[in-house]
């Protein structure tokens, strides 16, 4: 009989291109919006002072997938994520071994949707995807809804406003055209409100075990806030 672990390990690696860089699964990006220059132009800031080596130490890796920041930096704000989160199957014994051939597997995926992409139709391309491809015993069971992403352009002007309030204060702050976070940020930009995601001081490692912010930033924050 089939091996489930290895059919869904066979079926998760279907739906990647090579070297794990981007989605593989037709259809998944329909209705993407295309990065505008104004997009493009903040990504060229972004290389010029991102600081490449620092952000390996940070994340306790020797290299990007991408083979260049800017590369690595475009993927972040322009591409989805599909990343396999967990993997279950079968049984490992500590220092031993048992032979058996697992009953299921089962994998944790987070997807990201782009601006103009559909929770709706990525999963339906998922499931086209598999059955094209010979995975039609592979279920998919989504644990939510999900949401779309959003955000306002640079020339908003409550981006603006934020800008010029970061002068004052003396603080020359990194704008990313998007982030790679799962934010409902659509709710709001759907009715003509603006988004921006942004505060002064330093976070990092969120939603792992060791997520930190740094006292004198948080400050800092309250301050820029009020102002």
């Not at 051939?101 to 998922?126: Q, Y």
């Not at 999900?146 to 020339?155: E, R």
């Not at 603006?194 to 792992?208: E, K, Q, V």
Request: hydrophobic share 40%.
């Amino acid at each position: 009989i089939a091996n489930p672990a290895h059919r869904l390990a066979a079926a998760l690696a279907s739906m990647k291109t090579d070297g794990d860089l981007d989605v593989a699964i037709e259809g998944f990006y329909d209705g993407r919006n295309v990065p505008t220059p104004e997009d493009e132009a903040l990504v060229d800031k972004l290389v010029s002072r991102f600081n490449a080596e620092r952000a390996l130490i940070d994340l306790g890796v020797t290299r990007f997938k991408q083979d260049s920041v800017r590369e690595a930096i475009r993927a972040r704000c322009f591409q989805s994520e599909f990343n396999v989160a967990g993997l279950k199957s079968g049984f490992v014994a500590e220092g031993g071994h048992k032979v058996i051939v697992p009953h299921e597997a089962v994998a944790a995926i987070d997807m990201r949707p782009l601006d103009g992409m559909s929770v709706e139709n990525m999963l339906a391309s998922m499931r086209r995807h598999l059955d094209k491809h010979g995975f039609q015993d592979v279920t998919i069971e989504p644990l939510s809804q999900g949401y779309a992403g959003g955000g306002s352009p640079p020339g908003d002007w409550a981006v603006k406003e934020l800008l010029a309030t970061y002068g004052e204060c003396g603080i020359d702050p990194e704008v990313w055209p998007r982030d790679a976070l799962a934010i409902a940020a659509k709710l709001f930009t759907d009715l003509g409100m603006s988004w921006i995601a942004t505060l002064p001081g330093h976070a990092n490692r969120r939603h792992s075990a060791n997520e930190y912010i740094q006292l004198k930033g948080y400050r800092r924050s309250i301050e820029f806030t009020i102002r």
